[in-house]
């Protein structure tokens, strides 16, 4: 009877072993695939065993290649400037802190890790026709500024040394996105189609004193550039946490909040530029976006 006792616990005990190694081997992260996105902020890292109660996979997401239309068949074109003002509740996505999928930083920080990796490469801000590339020190030095130099001196030898100090990037300085797209009526579908052209990031600008001056574009992203780079960060889904889209479907599917500030014109002005008020420029939007809805109306009712 000991005998057999003692088989049955020297059983269970290589049972459990055997269970041990083998959960050992599936927590590991470098085979379940639990980071599979590279952090953007070097604060920020990853968890090293599985947190959470199922086990992660890589989500590879691929871009759709978009289809090119012939001159001939687009019968009718516009193209429009839209803001998209993160501080809004639908637009809170972009402010979310990030986590392992969505890389652990804001839009932003995103962005300007790709950048400086080479992965997308960015463009003037002064002209939304991508004619100029930056390099990473021109972006830097757009949303950080150019360092600072103070003059120190030596408490015991009296000697006085030039110290630079550079300022720290703050992601919260940058409340808007700008939007460049056309919208267009396809002959061939005989319906409306529309195409992001280009993304520019707003940063708010501020007096020494601390009073708001204005706003300014930091850069121009051209969007076809950089959806294999929006296809590998996904957003936050505040309905439910297993239910993620990618940066690329997020844009894709228009789930942002925005205005029309601008619509091309003779003298290439927007809505304030041309002297309106803040109300009478965002009615003047509604307007238009107005204006493309019942463009593709009626089209078909008469």
Do not use: C
Request: net charge negative; hydrophobic share 40%; charged share 25%.
């Amino acid at each position: 009877m000991s005998i057999r006792r003692s088989y049955r616990i020297a059983a269970t005990a290589a049972l459990l072993l055997a269970s041990s190694v083998s959960f050992a081997q599936t927590a590991d992260p470098a085979v379940s695939g639990y980071n599979s996105v590279d952090g953007v902020k070097d604060d920020w890292k990853p968890s090293l065993v599985r947190d959470g109660v199922y086990d992660r996979v890589a989500h590879i997401n691929t871009p759709l290649t978009p289809q090119s239309v012939r001159e001939a068949d687009i019968m009718w074109k516009k193209r429009i400037w839209r803001e998209i003002d993160i501080r809004e509740k639908q637009n809170m996505a972009f402010r979310y802190p990030g986590d392992d999928y969505t890389g652990g930083g804001y839009f932003i920080e995103i962005i300007l890790h790709a950048v400086k990796n080479g992965k997308i490469k960015a463009y003037s801000n002064m002209d939304d026709r991508f004619t100029t590339a930056l390099t990473k020190e021109q972006i830097l030095e757009l949303l950080i500024g150019q360092p600072d130099t103070t003059m120190v001196v030596d408490p015991v030898t009296g000697e006085e040394t030039v110290k630079i100090t550079q300022k720290e990037f703050d992601p919260d300085v940058v409340t808007k996105y700008r939007l460049k797209e056309d919208w267009f009526i396809d002959r061939n579908t005989g319906r409306m189609r529309n195409q992001i052209i280009g993304i520019a990031p707003i940063r708010d600008v501020y007096n020494d004193d601390g009073t708001y001056r204005a706003s300014q574009a930091v850069f121009w992203l051209y969007y076809p550039e950089i959806t294999p780079m929006l296809a590998q960060y996904e957003v936050f889904n505040p309905e439910n946490d297993v239910a993620r889209m990618s940066w690329y479907e997020f844009f894709e599917n228009r789930y942002f909040a925005s205005r029309v500030i601008k619509m091309s014109n003779p003298f290439d002005l927007s809505f304030k530029e041309k002297g309106m008020s803040n109300m009478e420029a965002l009615y003047e939007g509604q307007k238009a976006a107005e204006q493309i809805f019942n463009k593709e109306h009626d089209l078909w009712v008469y």
